[in-house]
DNA sequence: TCAAAGTCAATATA
DNA sequence: TATATTGACTTTGA
């Protein structure tokens, strides 16, 4: 059953519903965070340096922008986003707990929430293409000003390139993420935000993309005979390969980062260990404090994540708790604007 | 019914 | 101020 709702879930990142997401929120107290979310999807192109304005919940967005609409989910997630149009896999939902990770384009469509501000646009993502979703965005968001909360961003920039290696003990993907990531890293961001052009936003999105790829590869097993590792390392290899995947389609990068074994494009496996330090280090990286992401990303306490980031269980122990770590791994799977985005709109 | 898992809110700590 | 810890509560499954 679990396997079940979960794949579907992933299916598609990007448009699933949620079903068991209905309840906003667990133990039916008032979910603070999600209470109030617009589900406006505004993105901004400058990554980081729109993260300062996403968190802070200020900035300015258009929601009447077409592409809204488009945004991929994870910007457009936000807890309570999950009732709505998942009905079809509404039943299916086994984790009631945790708003669906993916509930994106739920959001668009209307959900059950008495919020007044329901996306004017309630175009469903029907595609998961992260890239494709984004590269709409992109001119949006693109030009937004930068200078944010994130001043300190550019500092981080020289020593965060290398830095997000530490994650990568053992891990043989680190190589790849790492180097990947230093690509779209603070560095490369920083540069490019400044330059962000709608045209040059493209190569930067995907740049993005790959490297998300890289290291949602990391991240997962690789393949079935993979899932084992959980918490251990995944051994070496392989993850270049799809070095030209630059453009991958978001089923592709299903199907690699976490096709395993369902075939459903699902992460079966995830090593919370490394999504984790993952985490930690990017919410220190763009120094997103962990009730901001808790509440905006997971749907969650801030002890929780503490708590999860300092001891993350095993995926194999885990149960209804791996909708925290999906929703974790999914954020980091998605091009940074897009993470920025979504801090601000659930925000929001 | 009970234990485990998951989470929150409050509180402590750095 | 951000993060870590803790006690209590809810849900789930045996």
Redesign the pocket.
Known sequence: ??LAMENIGNLHGVSHSQAGDLMS?????????SSHRNLVSHGRPSMVSSMASILEGAGEYRTDHALSGHLHPAMTMSCESGMSLSSTYTTLT?L???PPISTVSEKFHHHPHPHPHHHPAHQRLTTGNVSGSFTLMRDDRSLAPMGNLYGHYPKDMSSMGPPLSPLSNGLGSLHNTQQTLSAYGPGAHLSNDKMLSPGGFESHAAMLSRSEEHLARSLVGHGPGMMSNLNGMHPHGHLHSQANGSMLTERERQTVGGGQGSGSGQVEDINTKEVAQRI?AE??RY??????F?QRI??????????????P?PWS????????FRRMWKWLQEPEFQRMSALRLAGE
Request: charged share 25%; hydrophobic share 25%.
């Open positions: 059953m679990e929120s667990p133990h039916g107290r008032p979910s603070t965070a086994p009631q707990h945790l930690t919410l220190k120094s997103i404090p962990q009730a901001i808790a997971l749907c969650r306490s801030q002890g929780t994540l503490s708590d999860l980031l300092r001891n269980k122990k885990l149960k209804s708790g791996r909708e925290t």
